[in-house]
């Protein structure tokens, strides 16, 4: 695979150590009204670690990564980045949704570009530098509506990381793409990733994802974290592997409510 072009040049280029940042999650709970979607959830992410969040609907996953981008507060407890409260939009994160969310009425980089600080010029050369990280800088002055879905959200990945994060949410941002296509942007993700040293937490409902990406597969059923379960797996991740599908299935049988196979596997 081609190396990596660095965004912002003219800037030092972090390394893992500083490039990721460190999450605490306190006792937090959440509530709609009377609905309470989380309660008394703790968590800790060390810098740098790729956490994968997997649970039913409903159960709170989404609402978790509102709270660290500072989108929400919570109704108990608290959230914080480096030991920093979270305390309205933290400025280290950035978010990645299921829609790409790109401007129509913009063309492919003008999108990424968005935000950025800095005369036109340098918002350009900086924003084709992240397309070309997604390989998609020759596709930078053409309408989103051209593009497939998978390139859309190789856009809004591009958009992520053109404003170098040290912490990307991931809120189940393949879960609308076809099989080859959802494989191609997990294998992308994991070299960014790698590539950068940001910290990632990735919602979604794909257990083979979780397993494929994340060094940590925590499960949240009914607003509360029911397991946390490291990946003792080399990377890349091979799907084939006996170890790489006892896992996934030890995963879904706590999803799905089958302790009887859980016992069994451990047997």
Request: net charge neutral; charged share 25%.
């Amino acid at each position: 695979m081609a190396a990596v072009p660095d965004i912002g040049a003219a800037e030092p280029r972090q390394t893992r150590s500083d490039a990721g940042v460190a999450v605490a999650v306190r006792d937090v709970g959440k509530r709609f009204g009377a609905r309470e979607v989380l309660h008394e959830v703790r968590l800790d992410v060390t810098p740098g670690d790729f956490v994968a969040i997997v649970g039913k609907s409903g159960c709170g996953k989404s609402t978790l990564l509102r709270l660290l981008a500072g989108l929400d507060a919570p109704s108990a407890g608290s959230v914080s980045l480096d030991g920093v409260p979270v305390a309205g939009i933290a400025a280290q994160a950035r978010i990645m949704y299921q829609d790409a969310r790109l401007l129509p009425w913009q063309t492919v980089v003008d999108n990424v570009a968005l935000g950025l600080p800095g005369k036109r010029a340098a918002r350009r050369e900086q924003a084709l530098a992240a397309l070309a990280q997604v390989g998609l800088a020759d596709r930078a002055d053409e309408w989103p509506s051209v593009l497939s879905g998978g390139q859309r959200q190789r856009v809004a990945l591009a958009r992520a990381l053109v404003h170098r994060p040290r912490l990307l949410l991931l809120d189940e941002p393949l879960g609308a793409l076809d099989a080859l296509t959802r494989i191609d942007m997990q294998g992308l993700i994991e070299q960014l990733w790698q590539t950068h040293g940001f910290t990632a937490l990735l919602v979604t409902h794909d257990v083979s994802e979780a397993v494929a990406l994340a060094n940590r597969v925590v499960i949240v059923d009914a607003g509360r974290i029911a397991l946390d379960r490291r990946v003792e797996l080399g990377r890349p991740r091979e799907r084939g592997d006996a170890r790489y599908a006892a896992l996934e299935g030890e995963i879904l049988d706590r999803l799905l409510g089958h302790p009887e196979r859980q016992v069994a596997r451990v047997a």
